[in-house]
């Protein structure tokens, strides 16, 4: 994974972004819990093979939960949350959901072997990887999706960067450091990265500037609007 | 240069994040137009040599600004930014220099090219490249400041060369070097990584639910 603190980053900067008045420390923390909790199935790996990345890691669940919170608060005559929650933890949970998705799920799906993108419906792990470009030589070029023609046959191949299953993918983590089907003597090394590259310091950066951004700034127009 | 789509959708998020009560259509157009300005400095590559990444890259031209603004919103008994835009237009110039800096300068200082940062008062490029980890078996790894590297740069930092021996290649600019070479390939990058195609994912989302909102709101 690109770190936990990676995520946080990201996330600190869009919760910024999106919460607007409700914005503070507490509804900040409920976020960042929303984005770190599916870590945990990190901790599921050594009882259910190939469980981190596709347990806590799909757009299915997310969609779920926002049909649900969409129905309750909207649709429905008496909504239950509603009734508990102030409006405030309402926005604060769209909120969560919404970074969840973007800082967490979408970022892990452009690492390593991805996230499993559609489980549990469909057990098959996805990597977005890709460049788009125009070229003056080519056009529009983009290699997120990858259609190939055979010339032969004219049948079509449409890669859209699937691998394996929980079956065959592995995501090394701290839980579990390496593949538990390969056996090796040597001592386990485990490594919790903090940034691998530097744009992902880059995104934790952000993240940081945002926050202190927001407690030097002042709260509002003062008299002299 | 990072492609300046990733600047705009960084300068977007921050404009988000940090306008408050001056979020409105005028001034996130102000704060994305203040994190693409930096890479103008490829036009101006084709007559400054090694200009991109270089003449609007360098620090020292926020710090100025940063220190102007300061002077006359703070220091000063009038403000002239003040008294013509008021609390809105102060906002709005401490985000935009923000933005600058920070969603202009930034992803080129931690992407492949890397940027002149003392340009033109010391002449060398730097990135922050490497990686930081805690590991069992070797503790804390750190690669990204590098007190001994190799180069012509003076800060602790990993530098590929200066404006006459590293040359950045754009689309403006096919070979990084002085003068119109017309007919050279260009290629003009959107998104160069999936990291990239999630930032900017998240830029336009965050944009269109924040401008739904207000006018949800005006309408109830």
Sequence with gaps: MPSTVVHVGFALLLAAGLLGDYYDRRALAVVIAIVVLPEIDSFLGPIMPGAHRAVGHNFVLPAAAAVLLYYDTQIRRESLLRNRLSERWIVVAWVGLFVHVFAHIALDWAHLDGVNVFWPLHDRFYRLEGEILLSTADGFVQTFVDIQTDPETGSRRVDTGEGGTTETVHVNNPVEPRDPSEVTDEPIDRRFPIANRGWRLYLIGLGLFALVARTLQGDGPIEDA | ?220
């Design chain 2, 1 to 220: 240069m990072a492609p300046t789509l990733v600047n705009a959708a960084v300068g977007v998020l921050l404009a988000a994040a940090l306008l408050g009560a001056a979020f409105d259509r005028r001034a996130v157009v102000i704060v994305v137009a203040a994190a693409v300005l930096p890479d103008l400095d490829a036009v101006a590559s084709l007559v400054v040599p090694g200009a991109t990444n270089a003449l609007f890259h360098t620090l020292w031209l926020p710090l100025v600004a940063g220190v102007v603004l300061y002077w006359d919103t703070t220091l000063r008994d009038a403000s002239w930014l003040r008294d013509r835009a008021g609390w809105y237009g102060v906002r709005v110039a401490w985000v935009a220099l923000a933005a600058f800096v920070v969603a202009g300068v930034g992803p080129e200082l931690f992407g492949r090219e890397g940027v002149n940062l003392l340009y033109p008062l010391h002449d060398a490029y730097y990135h922050v490249r490497g990686r930081l980890v805690f590991s069992t078996q070797e503790g804390i790894v750190q690669t990204f400041v590098a007190l001994s590297a190799e180069g012509p740069g003076i800060l602790p930092l990993q530098s590929p060369g200066t404006t006459a021996s590293y040359a950045i290649p754009t689309w403006v600019n096919p070979d990084g070097r002085p003068g119109l070479s017309l007919g050279a390939e260009r290629e003009l990058y959107l998104v160069r990584s999936g990291w990239q195609a999630v930032v900017v994912a998240s830029a336009a989302a965050v944009i269109a639910v924040r401008f739904g909102w207000s006018q949800t709101e005006v309408s109830e």
